[in-house]
T-cell receptor, first 113, second 115 residues
Framework: AQSVTQPDIHITVSEGASLELRCNYS??????LFWYVQSPGQGLQLLLK??????LVQGIKGFEAEFKRSQSSFNLRKPSVHWSDAAEYFC???????????FGTGTRLTIIP | DAGVIQSPRHEVTEMGQEVTLRCKPI?????LFWYRQTMMRGLELLIY????????DSGMPEDRFSAKMPNASFSTLKIQPSEPRDSAVYFC?????????????FGSGTQLSVL
């Protein structure tokens, strides 16, 4: 069965600093990987996704993620965070073809001035 | 399109009462998903539909939970009787077909509190 681990429950970053959110997955074949963001009181919004091809994926809002098969990781990065990036971030893995996604438990990001 | 619409936004009820959560997916989307979000377990898929037919309900916690999709534009998730441990945020999401375009659109969620 597929699974996702987000080892960091809560991360605090200064505005303007770089960010990396960790995601490790377990899946038997090549996974479909996603990052979603949930702003307070809102639903989830897709930031980016990886299916195949270039292992460095660019998303919205200046985010990127890198798929590393050898490490079973799909970490989310941003070179310089903004106060509006404060939110909950979810990594998810799926098998494609609209098979159900398995989500991690999320990482809450706090931005300090 | 207005996106995925869920109602109510907040629901407070007493233990033992019936709770019905509603969802209107994005027009044209033929997949609909119900998720539950808690601090302890994160986001869990409860059930999903394809073309109004339940495909996988293995995530439904117990018989007190039921979901229906009578037509392409409406779905309900019902809890009867409700218990305090059902308190969570329930999300509905929809998507269109295409394995290379797997993208879920989420509603804003229903915050359920069972007292």
């Amino acid at each position: 069965a597929q699974s996702v681990t987000q080892p960091d429950i809560h991360i605090t970053v200064s505005e303007g600093a770089s960010l990396e959110l960790r995601c490790n997955y377990s899946y038997g074949a090549t996974p479909y990987l996603f990052w979603y963001v949930q702003s307070p009181g809102q639903g989830l919004q897709l930031l980016l996704k990886y299916f195949s091809g270039d292992t460095l994926v660019q998303g919205i809002k200046g985010f990127e993620a890198e798929f590393k098969r050898s490490q079973s990781s799909f970490n989310l990065r941003k070179p310089s965070v903004h106060w509006s990036d404060a939110a909950e971030y979810f990594c998810a893995v799926g098998a494609g073809g609209n098979e159900k996604l398995t989500f991690g438990t999320g990482t809450r990001l706090t931005i300090i001035p | 399109d207005a996106g995925v619409i869920q109602s109510p936004r907040h629901e407070v009820t007493e233990m033992g009462q019936e709770v019905t959560l509603r969802c209107k997916p994005i027009s044209g989307h033929d997949y609909l998903f119900w998720y539950r979000q808690t601090m302890m377990r994160g986001l869990e898929l409860l059930i999903y539909f394809n073309n109004n037919v339940p495909i996988d309900d293995s995530g439904m916690p117990e018989d007190r939970f039921s979901a229906k999709m009578p037509n392409a534009s409406f779905s309900t998730l019902k809890i009867q009787p409700s218990e305090p441990r059902d308190s969570a945020v329930y999300f509905c999401a929809s998507s269109d077909t295409g394995p290379e375009d797997e993208k879920l659109f989420f509603g804003s969620g229903t915050q359920l509190s069972v007292l």
